[in-house]
């Protein structure tokens, strides 16, 4: 079993809707998680960072996590074609915050 | 402050050649590390290191030497490289000298632009 999994997509939704970004986590002690987006040839970049269980909101980007269920999802409102990029999910595990185990990303396609 | 630097931005070694990956951060960070992308995977920890004098193996250490004789340079060596090492490398930097006590925002990590690298 893979550490963090991500469905690779493509995740293909129109302009304005909501897109729902997944995340499983195999290390039950994992502390933090964060997402970032990576634009085609980028290098990535933090757009949400989460550690307690619930609802986080930044604009129109919601975090969400379930410990008990070890997942971590981001909600991506008001969909806009620049939101285009692949997203990746990243975990700490237990015992420190030292190295972080990346997902192979979700590329998502806002279509205008 | 320009963040993190990575040069080359592109190189094209023959194989067997060896090359070192020049990775610098000007934000007093503590943690910096390596990490490969190979074409529509994610990111592969190669080396970390948690300050100065101090390195550790990731996922894939394999070919790779690094060292950390300053706060602000992690330099990546590949010794004979192999067609297998062709990949974008990025150098990440987190987790300020001057803390907020732990908060998760500490652990940000700020990525470098990448190193395109093809083995032939």
């Known amino acids: 079993q893979k550490e963090v999994e991500q469905n690779s997509g493509p995740l293909s939704v129109p302009e304005g809707a909501i897109a729902s970004l997944n995340c499983t986590y195999s290390?039950?002690?994992?502390?933090?998680f964060f997402w970032y987006r990576q634009y085609s040839g980028k290098s990535p970049e933090l757009i949400m960072f989460?550690?307690?269980?619930g609802d986080k909101e930044d604009g129109r980007f919601t975090a969400q996590l379930n410990k008990a269920s070890q997942y971590v999802s981001l909600l991506i409102r008001d969909s806009q074609p620049s939101d285009s990029a692949t997203y990746l999910c990243?975990?700490?595990?237990?015992?420190?915050?030292?190295?972080?185990?990346f997902g192979t990303g979700t590329k998502l396609q806002v279509i205008p | 402050n320009a963040g993190v630097t990575q040069t080359p931005k592109f190189r094209i070694l023959k194989i067997g050649q060896s090359m070192t990956l020049q990775c610098t951060q000007d934000?007093?960070?503590?943690?910096m590390y390596w990490y490969r992308q190979d074409p529509g995977m994610g990111l592969k920890l190669i080396y970390y290191?948690?300050?100065?004098?101090?390195?550790d193996k990731g996922e894939v250490p394999n070919g790779y030497n690094v060292s950390r004789s300053t706060t602000e340079d992690f330099p990546l060596r590949l010794e004979l490289a192999a067609p297998s090492q062709t990949s974008v490398y990025f150098c990440?930097?987190?987790?300020?000298?001057?803390?907020?006590?732990?908060?998760?925002?500490?652990?940000?990590?700020?990525f470098g632009p990448g190193t395109r690298l093809t083995v032939t």
């Open positions: 290390d039950r002690g994992s502390q933090s």
């Open positions: 934000m007093n960070h503590n943690y």
């Open positions: 990243a975990v700490t595990p237990s015992g420190g915050y030292q190295k972080v185990t």
């Open positions: 990440a930097s987190s987790y300020p000298d001057s803390t907020s006590g732990g908060a998760s925002t500490d652990y940000e990590q700020y």
């Open positions: 989460i550690y307690s269980n």
């Open positions: 290191s948690v300050g100065a004098g101090i390195t």
